[in-house]
């Protein structure tokens, strides 16, 4: 089997099992109420709170998108929404404690997985991991921009 085909055959392979064996490892009894949508919604959320525009910006949806979703983690209290201060128009989007733990639990699947990769391999091989992972992030980028212009 040639190179390209290898490649290719890992990365289908990997963007599949990446989105099924995260949902099994961060959906646990503690959080069978939430998605693994929501869960990259909390994540998106952040420590840090957020309004609706730059959260819906970070997930590549639309803010009424993103309403149907936050309004379910707004009532399993998850999230909680505050007006603006100085612009009562602007909601901004703050994690629970509740929130706040299920953040931590999916980052520390992150870091698990960031973890086993990196222990397969020396410093010049995860330089050369990093310089390809950013060249694929470009292409998708690079893509994305293309398909916005058509």
């Not at 490649?7 to 989105?19: A, R």
């Not at 939430?34 to 952040?46: F, K, S, Y």
């Not at 990196?118 to 992030?137: A, P, Y």
């Amino acid at each position: 089997m040639d190179n390209r085909k290898i490649i290719n055959d890992v990365l289908v392979h990997l963007f599949n099992e990446i989105l099924q064996l995260e949902e099994e490892a961060i959906i646990t009894e503690e959080y069978k109420d939430i998605t693994n949508n929501d869960m990259h919604i909390i994540e998106a959320v952040g420590l840090d709170g957020g309004n609706m525009s730059s959260i819906a910006a970070k997930l590549k949806v639309t803010v009424g998108s993103l309403t149907t979703s936050m309004n379910g983690l707004v009532n399993k209290g998850y999230t909680e929404r505050k007006r603006g201060e100085k612009d009562r128009r602007v909601v901004n989007i703050y994690l629970t404690e509740k929130g706040r733990k299920a953040y931590h639990h999916h980052a520390e699947y992150h870091e698990q997985m960031t973890d086993a990769v990196m222990r397969q391999l020396n410093e010049e091989e995860i330089g050369v991991l990093v310089k390809t992972l950013n060249g694929l992030s470009e292409f998708f980028y690079q893509y994305e921009q293309k398909e916005k212009r058509n």
